[in-house]
Every structure is written in structure tokens, then in C-alpha cells.
């Protein structure tokens, strides 16, 4: 059984610009949620994905949006980048939509500098 | 809106010492909690979850966790602390059916 993956491991942009982050879900699991970690903090959540529509979104400007895709990837987009973007993006995978049980599987998070 | 607060930034302790995070947890709802340990330059790893079945939750790598709803906790432990625990450790509150609220986090340092 795959774990979560991400690509890029690395990536920079310079302000204003428009980034792509990709993700793939655990096998088995149809939901995918993304979060953002300023550096020193604790993840934020900034919305989920199930079946290929968006279930939830956390306190974030529209600039960032998503996608999932029929093999339950999915992309994180983000728009006009910020020098306040800069940050670690990680992406989790679960089983199913939102009961209490499922256990939200992380991937090792792609790196996000702002210039 | 649940929430928790992680008490003390960074806790350092010595190799084979007990190793003790705390967590004080805000919700006005059962509770489903968990903790997260993230090593450096990676993602989060589950070590365990409370979902209400029983209070203590026992997890990977020697730790545990008590569930005390008097005291609005759930402090994570391990008896014996050992170099390789030394991480950053989150707990987290699911609030509705999909998110995770995280706290700050807990920079662990265990001492030779």
C-alpha cells in the first residue's frame, strides 16, 4: 500500500506569480484535504476534497482553489502569490468523508518560498 | 468552534526520562482528538487518536495519551524517552467532519 505523495519537494516562486501543487491520496481513499504550516506553526486547514468536489474550506482567500481528479488526486492552486504564502502545503488522504474515525494520512509536505 | 492550546513551546528532557506534552482541549461537543509527531523536514504522522471508546489511547512508538474530560485534556506521555523522540508533536481536534484544528506544537529535545 502506497503512502501519500507530493510534488514538488521544493519549489520557488516570485510574488504575483501562480503556483501548482500536486498530490496523491493514499490507495483506497477517496478524500483529500490540504493544509498550510507557516514556519513555527501548526497546520491550517484550507480545504477538502471528496469525489471530486470541494467539502469544506478552511479561512482562505479565493486565490487558492483545488481540484481532485477521478484517481483521487488532486492540486492545490494558488493564485497571485504572497510573500505570506511562503510555507510548508501538505495534503492528506482519508478513507472516507468525514466520520469521526478516519485518520487523515499526511504526505512529507512540498516547501513553498515567495520572492 | 473546538480548538486546543498546546502549554510550553519546547520541552526538553533527558534520555530515559519521562516524557510529557500537554494538550487542553476546547469544544462544546465529544471530542475526537488526536496527536501528530512531525520529524524535520517531513510530514505528520499519526502516533494515536481518541475517538471515545476508551480514555487511555495507547500508540505507536511507546505513546500514550489520557482522555480527561474534568480537566479538558490529553496530555500525550512515554515512560522512557529515547533520542530518536526528539520532534516537533501537535495535537489536533477534528471540529465538524473535516477538519483538523491543530495546536502550535511542542519542539521535543531529549538530552544525552
Known amino acids: 500500500e502506497t503512502g501519500v505523495t507530493q510534488s514538488p519537494t521544493h519549489l520557488i516562486k516570485t510574488r504575483g506569480q501562480q503556483v501548482t501543487l500536486r498530490c496523491s491520496s493514499q490507495?483506497?481513499?477517496?478524500?483529500v484535504s490540504w493544509y498550510q504550516q507557516a514556519l513555527g506553526q501548526g497546520p491550517q486547514f484550507i480545504f477538502q476534497y471528496y469525489r471530486e468536489e470541494e467539502n469544506g474550506r478552511g479561512n482562505f482567500p479565493p486565490r487558492f482553489s483545488g481540484l481532485q481528479f477521478p484517481n483521487y488526486s488532486s492540486e492545490l492552486n494558488v493564485n497571485a502569490l504572497e510573500l505570506d504564502d511562503s510555507a510548508l502545503y501538505l495534503c492528506a488522504s482519508s478513507r472516507s468523508r468525514g466520520t469521526s474515525t478516519d485518520t487523515q494520512y499526511f504526505g512529507p509536505g512540498t516547501r513553498l518560498t515567495v520572492l | 468552534a473546538q480548538s486546543v492550546t498546546q502549554l510550553g513551546s519546547h520541552v526538553s528532557v533527558s534520555e530515559g526520562a519521562l516524557v510529557l506534552l500537554r494538550c487542553n482541549y476546547s469544544?462544546?461537543?465529544?471530542?475526537?482528538l488526536f496527536w501528530y509527531v512531525q520529524y524535520p523536514n517531513q510530514g505528520l504522522q499519526l502516533l494515536l487518536k481518541?475517538?471515545?471508546?476508551?480514555?487511555l489511547v495507547k500508540g505507536i512508538n511507546g505513546f500514550e495519551a489520557e482522555f480527561k474530560k474534568s480537566e479538558t485534556s490529553f496530555h500525550l506521555t512515554k515512560p522512557s524517552a529515547h533520542m530518536s523522540d526528539a520532534a516537533e508533536y501537535f495535537c489536533?481536534?477534528?471540529?465538524?467532519?473535516?477538519?483538523?484544528?491543530f495546536g502550535q506544537g511542542t519542539r521535543l529535545t531529549i538530552n544525552p
Open positions: 490507495s483506497g481513499h477517496n478524500t
Open positions: 489536533a481536534v477534528l471540529q465538524g467532519a473535516q477538519k483538523l484544528v
Open positions: 469544544s462544546s461537543v465529544p471530542p475526537y
Open positions: 481518541y475517538t471515545s471508546a476508551a480514555t
